[in-house]
Protein backbone atom coordinates (compact mmCIF):
# COMPACT_ATOMS: atom_id res chain seq x y z
CA UNK A 1 0.00 0.00 0.00
CA UNK A 2 1.34 3.30 -0.89
CA UNK A 3 1.69 5.53 2.26
CA UNK A 4 1.04 9.03 1.53
CA UNK A 5 2.88 10.83 4.27
CA UNK A 6 6.71 12.51 4.14
CA UNK A 7 6.96 12.16 7.66
CA UNK A 8 9.31 10.40 9.79
CA UNK A 9 9.05 9.07 13.35
CA UNK A 10 11.88 8.88 16.22
CA UNK A 11 12.35 5.53 17.51
CA UNK A 12 13.35 3.29 20.20
CA UNK A 13 12.38 0.40 18.90
CA UNK A 14 9.80 -2.29 17.51
CA UNK A 15 9.16 -5.42 18.92
CA UNK A 16 6.63 -8.29 19.50
CA UNK A 17 5.78 -9.39 23.75
CA UNK A 18 3.38 -9.78 26.43
CA UNK A 19 2.01 -6.69 27.77
CA UNK A 20 2.38 -6.79 31.58
CA UNK A 21 0.58 -3.85 32.36
CA UNK A 22 -3.05 -2.40 32.80
CA UNK A 23 -5.96 -3.61 30.99
CA UNK A 24 -4.73 -5.30 28.25
CA UNK A 25 -2.13 -7.32 30.74
CA UNK A 26 -1.19 -10.91 29.43
CA UNK A 27 -1.98 -10.22 26.03
CA UNK A 28 0.13 -10.56 22.41
CA UNK A 29 1.03 -7.17 21.41
CA UNK A 30 3.20 -5.13 18.80
CA UNK A 31 4.91 -2.75 20.82
CA UNK A 32 6.08 0.60 18.59
CA UNK A 33 8.17 2.23 21.34
CA UNK A 34 8.67 6.28 20.29
CA UNK A 35 11.57 8.25 21.61
CA UNK A 36 10.85 11.41 23.73
CA UNK A 37 9.41 12.41 27.05
CA UNK A 38 8.99 15.68 28.41
CA UNK A 39 8.49 14.12 31.92
CA UNK A 40 10.84 12.86 34.60
CA UNK A 41 9.35 10.49 37.10
CA UNK A 42 11.43 9.19 39.46
CA UNK A 43 10.31 5.32 39.18
CA UNK A 44 11.17 5.63 35.31
CA UNK A 45 12.22 2.21 33.68
CA UNK A 46 12.92 3.81 30.20
CA UNK A 47 14.83 6.59 30.80
CA UNK A 48 16.50 5.66 27.32
CA UNK A 49 13.81 7.05 25.53
CA UNK A 50 14.01 10.57 26.86
CA UNK A 51 16.31 11.72 23.73
CA UNK A 52 16.55 10.44 20.63
CA UNK A 53 19.23 7.37 19.83
CA UNK A 54 20.79 8.06 16.50
CA UNK A 55 19.95 4.91 16.01
CA UNK A 56 16.41 2.59 16.48
CA UNK A 57 16.45 -1.18 16.66
CA UNK A 58 13.50 -3.54 15.27
CA UNK A 59 12.83 -6.75 15.80
CA UNK A 60 12.61 -8.93 12.55
CA UNK A 61 10.95 -12.30 13.86
CA UNK A 62 7.85 -11.85 16.66
CA UNK A 63 9.55 -12.63 19.44
CA UNK A 64 12.50 -14.02 18.58
CA UNK A 65 14.77 -10.42 19.60
CA UNK A 66 16.80 -11.10 16.03
CA UNK A 67 16.83 -6.74 16.54
CA UNK A 68 18.58 -4.86 13.32
CA UNK A 69 19.20 -1.33 13.59
CA UNK A 70 18.15 1.77 11.47
CA UNK A 71 19.02 5.14 11.81
CA UNK A 72 16.81 7.68 12.96
CA UNK A 73 14.32 9.43 12.42
CA UNK A 74 12.54 6.67 10.12
CA UNK A 75 10.53 7.05 7.05
CA UNK A 76 6.81 6.16 7.73
CA UNK A 77 6.57 3.62 5.03
CA UNK A 78 10.01 1.58 6.45
CA UNK A 79 8.34 1.50 9.86
CA UNK A 80 4.86 0.56 8.13
CA UNK A 81 6.57 -2.76 6.50
CA UNK A 82 8.31 -3.43 9.77
CA UNK A 83 5.00 -3.88 11.66
CA UNK A 84 3.99 -5.70 8.61
CA UNK A 85 6.56 -8.18 8.64
CA UNK A 86 6.15 -8.75 12.44
CA UNK A 87 2.10 -9.39 12.08
CA UNK A 88 1.39 -12.53 11.87
CA UNK A 89 -1.81 -13.92 11.20
CA UNK A 90 -3.61 -13.95 14.15
CA UNK A 91 -0.95 -13.63 16.49
CA UNK A 92 -1.35 -9.76 17.95
CA UNK A 93 -4.12 -8.69 19.99
CA UNK A 94 -3.44 -5.60 19.52
CA UNK A 95 -0.79 -2.45 18.56
CA UNK A 96 0.52 -0.39 21.24
CA UNK A 97 2.22 3.04 20.95
CA UNK A 98 4.71 3.32 23.84
CA UNK A 99 7.51 5.31 25.04
CA UNK A 100 8.89 7.77 26.22
CA UNK A 101 5.88 9.76 25.19
CA UNK A 102 4.43 9.01 21.94
CA UNK A 103 1.93 11.96 21.76
CA UNK A 104 4.90 14.01 21.21
CA UNK A 105 4.48 12.52 17.68
CA UNK A 106 1.13 13.43 17.26
CA UNK A 107 1.86 14.71 13.73
CA UNK A 108 3.17 11.74 12.77
CA UNK A 109 0.63 9.83 13.99
CA UNK A 110 -2.01 11.30 12.66
CA UNK A 111 -0.90 10.67 8.98
CA UNK A 112 0.57 7.33 10.26
CA UNK A 113 -2.60 5.46 12.19
CA UNK A 114 -5.24 5.17 9.65
CA UNK A 115 -2.67 3.55 7.57
CA UNK A 116 -1.65 1.44 10.25
CA UNK A 117 -5.47 0.30 10.86
CA UNK A 118 -5.82 -0.53 7.30
CA UNK A 119 -3.17 -2.25 6.68
CA UNK A 120 -2.80 -4.73 10.02
CA UNK A 121 -6.53 -4.95 11.20
CA UNK A 122 -5.54 -4.46 14.28
CA UNK A 123 -7.07 -2.47 17.24
CA UNK A 124 -4.35 0.24 18.88
CA UNK A 125 -3.77 0.82 21.79
CA UNK A 126 -1.86 4.04 23.42
CA UNK A 127 0.10 4.03 26.49
CA UNK A 128 0.71 8.10 27.71
CA UNK A 129 1.70 10.49 30.79
CA UNK A 130 -1.49 11.29 30.01
CA UNK A 131 -1.01 14.93 30.53
CA UNK A 132 -1.19 16.61 26.62
CA UNK A 133 -5.07 16.68 26.00
CA UNK A 134 -4.49 18.91 22.84
CA UNK A 135 -2.21 16.65 20.99
CA UNK A 136 -4.58 13.19 22.25
CA UNK A 137 -7.54 15.12 20.52
CA UNK A 138 -5.26 15.04 17.10
CA UNK A 139 -5.15 11.18 17.78
CA UNK A 140 -8.21 10.27 19.34
CA UNK A 141 -10.42 9.11 16.29
CA UNK A 142 -7.40 6.70 15.22
CA UNK A 143 -7.23 5.10 19.17
CA UNK A 144 -9.39 1.76 20.55
CA UNK A 145 -7.87 2.14 24.07
CA UNK A 146 -5.72 4.48 25.95
CA UNK A 147 -4.18 3.70 28.86
CA UNK A 148 -2.96 7.19 30.89
CA UNK A 149 -1.37 7.95 33.89
CA UNK A 150 -2.52 9.91 36.66
CA UNK A 151 0.94 10.98 38.35
CA UNK A 152 1.08 11.47 41.94
CA UNK A 153 3.36 14.32 42.86
CA UNK A 154 5.04 12.26 46.07
CA UNK A 155 5.70 9.31 43.99
CA UNK A 156 6.58 10.21 40.61
CA UNK A 157 7.90 14.17 41.78
CA UNK A 158 5.46 15.22 38.42
CA UNK A 159 1.88 16.88 39.09
CA UNK A 160 -0.27 17.47 36.03
CA UNK A 161 -4.02 17.39 37.66
CA UNK A 162 -5.52 19.81 35.66
CA UNK A 163 -3.90 18.61 32.37
CA UNK A 164 -5.21 14.67 33.66
CA UNK A 165 -8.61 16.26 34.08
CA UNK A 166 -9.00 17.29 30.53
CA UNK A 167 -7.33 14.31 29.05
CA UNK A 168 -9.85 11.73 30.92
CA UNK A 169 -13.08 14.02 29.37
CA UNK A 170 -11.32 14.10 26.19
CA UNK A 171 -11.35 10.12 25.84
CA UNK A 172 -14.50 9.90 27.39
CA UNK A 173 -16.53 12.35 25.27
CA UNK A 174 -15.00 10.91 22.09
CA UNK A 175 -16.24 7.60 23.90
CA UNK A 176 -12.91 5.91 23.06
CA UNK A 177 -12.11 3.35 26.19
CA UNK A 178 -10.22 4.51 28.77
CA UNK A 179 -8.35 3.39 32.29
CA UNK A 180 -6.28 4.80 34.38
CA UNK A 181 -3.12 3.94 36.27
CA UNK A 182 -1.61 5.36 39.23
CA UNK A 183 1.93 4.39 40.35
CA UNK A 184 2.35 3.71 44.16
CA UNK A 185 5.44 3.41 46.07
CA UNK A 186 5.93 3.38 49.95
CA UNK A 187 5.82 6.98 50.48
CA UNK A 188 2.35 8.02 48.35
CA UNK A 189 0.02 10.49 49.78
CA UNK A 190 -3.23 8.98 49.90
CA UNK A 191 -4.54 12.29 50.05
CA UNK A 192 -3.35 12.35 46.06
CA UNK A 193 -4.69 9.05 45.85
CA UNK A 194 -8.83 10.75 47.40
CA UNK A 195 -7.97 13.63 44.72
CA UNK A 196 -7.10 11.15 41.56
CA UNK A 197 -10.26 9.33 42.69
CA UNK A 198 -12.37 12.44 42.72
CA UNK A 199 -11.01 13.31 39.18
CA UNK A 200 -11.82 10.11 37.39
CA UNK A 201 -15.37 9.74 39.51
CA UNK A 202 -16.18 13.46 38.29
CA UNK A 203 -15.89 11.75 34.35
CA UNK A 204 -16.99 8.42 34.93
CA UNK A 205 -16.99 6.04 38.30
CA UNK A 206 -17.04 3.04 36.09
CA UNK A 207 -14.07 4.22 33.72
CA UNK A 208 -11.27 1.31 35.32
CA UNK A 209 -8.01 2.45 37.55
CA UNK A 210 -4.96 0.47 38.16
CA UNK A 211 -3.00 0.37 40.78
CA UNK A 212 0.45 -0.18 39.89
CA UNK A 213 2.92 -0.94 42.96
CA UNK A 214 6.41 0.84 41.74
CA UNK A 215 8.93 -1.88 40.37
CA UNK A 216 11.76 -0.92 42.73
CA UNK A 217 14.88 -0.03 40.58
CA UNK A 218 17.78 -0.72 43.20
CA UNK A 219 20.69 0.76 41.37
CA UNK A 220 19.29 4.63 40.41
CA UNK A 221 16.58 4.77 42.76
CA UNK A 222 16.81 3.45 46.04
CA UNK A 223 14.06 5.45 47.63
CA UNK A 224 11.41 3.33 45.53
CA UNK A 225 9.90 0.81 48.11
CA UNK A 226 7.10 -1.59 47.35
CA UNK A 227 4.29 -0.26 49.54
CA UNK A 228 3.43 -2.57 52.58
CA UNK A 229 0.38 -4.95 52.11
CA UNK A 230 -1.63 -3.34 54.31
CA UNK A 231 -1.11 0.14 52.34
CA UNK A 232 -2.10 -1.45 49.15
CA UNK A 233 -5.33 -2.81 50.41
CA UNK A 234 -5.78 0.72 52.51
CA UNK A 235 -5.71 2.64 49.28
CA UNK A 236 -7.21 0.31 47.06
CA UNK A 237 -10.84 0.20 49.37
CA UNK A 238 -10.44 4.39 49.75
CA UNK A 239 -10.75 4.37 46.16
CA UNK A 240 -13.47 2.03 45.59
CA UNK A 241 -15.51 4.29 47.62
CA UNK A 242 -16.13 6.40 44.32
CA UNK A 243 -14.66 4.19 41.23
CA UNK A 244 -16.14 0.79 40.60
CA UNK A 245 -13.30 -0.63 39.47
CA UNK A 246 -9.80 -0.25 41.30
CA UNK A 247 -7.33 -3.06 40.84
CA UNK A 248 -4.39 -3.71 41.79
CA UNK A 249 -1.36 -4.87 39.06
CA UNK A 250 2.44 -4.68 39.33
CA UNK A 251 4.44 -4.83 35.88
CA UNK A 252 3.67 -8.91 35.65
CA UNK A 253 6.07 -8.50 32.32
CA UNK A 254 9.43 -7.69 34.69
CA UNK A 255 8.26 -11.30 36.66
CA UNK A 256 8.34 -13.32 33.52
CA UNK A 257 11.54 -12.15 31.58
CA UNK A 258 9.63 -9.68 28.83
CA UNK A 259 11.00 -6.78 27.34
S1 LIG B 1 6.21 9.48 31.46
FE1 LIG B 1 7.00 7.38 31.26
S2 LIG B 1 8.84 7.55 29.97
FE2 LIG B 1 8.35 9.62 30.68
S3 LIG B 1 9.60 9.92 32.52
FE3 LIG B 1 7.58 9.18 33.20
S4 LIG B 1 7.79 6.94 33.32
FE4 LIG B 1 9.52 7.71 32.08
Known sequence: ???????????????????????????????????LCDLRCKFCDSANTWG????????????????????????????LKWVERQNQPGLHDSITLTGGEPLLHAPFLVEFLPLLRQSTQLPIYLETGGHRPEQLAMVLPFLDLVGMDIKLKSVSGEDRGQAHAEFLQFCHQASVEVFVKLIVDRHTDPAELEQAARLVTAVNPQIPVFLQPVTPLKESNPRLL??????????????????????????THKMIGQL
Not at 52 to 79: A, K, M, W, Y
Open 52 to 79: VPPQCRIERTPGERDFETHLNPVPGSLL
Open 1 to 35: MPLETKLTARLIEVFSAIQGEGLNVGTRQLFIRFA
Open 226 to 251: VPAPEQILAWQALMKRTLASVRVVPQ
